[in-house]
């Protein structure tokens, strides 16, 4: 099954940048699943952040990043970004990448429409 691994994660301070990757696995492309990017705090529950459509990267988004946050695929190299601008101490959380294939679902910020997941990687917003 699709395999997926983020990176890029790291410590920033409030008002910078960072860019996330999420890779497929060897021998699996991105294309024809619905891609997202999901976060969760410490004790909090995982909310979803963003999510990208593959038939037309439709996309759509959490009222907290928007204009902030955005998602972007790159099929060719099995990857998908999140670019995240004007970072803030509460977007402190392990980002997870997902996705479904379209055929199963449409692209959702509710965790439980997700199919697969990679393991995270922290981002922590601190001066």
């Known amino acids: 099954q699709l395999q997926l691994m983020e990176s890029g994660g790291g410590v920033v301070q409030p008002g910078e940048s960072l860019r996330l990757s999420c890779a497929a696995g060897y021998g699996f492309t991105l294309d024809g699943y619905n891609l997202g990017w999901f976060r969760q705090a410490p004790g909090e529950e995982r909310e979803g952040v963003l999510c990208?459509?593959?038939?037309?990267?439709?996309?759509i988004y959490a009222d907290s990043v928007k204009g902030r946050f955005t998602i972007s695929r790159d099929n060719a190299n099995r990857r998908v970004y999140l670019q995240m601008n004007s970072l803030k101490p509460e977007d402190t959380a392990e980002y997870y990448c997902a996705a479904i294939e379209d055929r199963w679902g449409g692209c959702t910020l509710y965790a439980v429409g997700m199919k697969y997941w990679g393991k995270g990687t922290l981002v922590t917003v601190s001066s």
């Open positions: 990208i459509r593959p038939s037309d990267d439709f996309t």
